[in-house]
């Protein structure tokens, strides 16, 4: 069951540029929300979460929105860099559960 | 600092065989979890590991099986191998009653023909 979706496979920004990237969530239980970030060859990195307590967290460049009425959530870069290039993936859970699900993933290109 | 460590980094196996998956969390980590990642898809929880038990399970059948050494390091164990359980495999550590943040290796790539 495709509780989180990530609809768009890839996503192409020029450097300096906003990267924003989306994920919904059929779940209304799920109240707590993560990004991981994936280079080839390497584990998923942990990039930022937001409860559902809140609409907005930021750390630097990045920013995650949730919308919780529409079950949705995305992460903006700003500004892009070339080293933002990765796979991401949007992941929820609830009550804190380990159970994270996790999108399909979204692969990032930023050309220089 | 050395991260999440896994071993082997690719093997391929045959149907119906059984496979044993190894995982050394962070250091500091108390708390290790295993995925599944098939190809074009996100990484699926099979179960979680704390003080040498399994604490949370996924929807995976019991041929997939698990322990946890007094040292915290995991094994993924998979009995009567299916086409259909070849993926990357992904260890990911944790401390337990932090928040997110789950510390990832990058994986054990098992291929079953």
């Known amino acids: 069951d495709q509780q989180v979706k990530q609809n768009s496979p890839s996503l192409s920004v020029q450097e300096g540029r906003i990267s924003i990237l989306n994920c919904d969530y059929t779940n209304s239980m799920f109240d707590y929300f993560l990004w991981y970030k994936k280079y080839p060859a390497e584990g998923p990195t942990f990039l930022i979460s937001?409860?559902?307590?809140?609409d907005k967290n930021e750390d630097g460049r990045f920013t995650v929105f949730l919308n919780k009425s529409a079950k949705h959530l995305s992460l903006h870069i700003v500004p892009s860099q070339p080293g933002d290039s990765a796979v991401y993936f949007c992941?929820?859970?609830?009550?804190?559960?380990?159970?994270?699900?996790f999108g399909a993933g979204t692969r990032l290109t930023v050309k220089p | 600092d050395a991260g999440v460590t896994q071993s082997p980094t690719h093997l391929i196996k045959t149907r119906g065989q059984q496979v044993t998956l190894r995982c050394s969390p962070k250091?500091?980590?108390?708390?290790v979890s295993w995925y599944q990642q098939a190809l074009g898809q996100g990484p699926q929880f099979i179960f979680q590991y704390y003080e040498e038990e399994e604490r949370q399970r996924g929807n995976f059948p019991d041929r997939f099986s698990g322990h946890q050494f007094p040292n915290y390091s995991s094994e993924l164990n998979v009995n009567a191998l299916l086409l259909g359980d070849s993926a990357l495999y992904l260890c990911?550590?944790?401390?337990?009653?932090?928040?997110?943040?789950?510390?990832f290796g990058s994986g054990t790539r098992l291929t079953v023909v």
């Open positions: 990911a550590s944790s401390l337990d009653g932090q928040d997110y943040g789950y510390t």
């Open positions: 250091s500091g980590h108390d708390t």
């Open positions: 937001i409860s559902s307590i809140k």
């Open positions: 992941a929820a859970s609830v009550n804190n559960n380990n159970d994270m699900r």
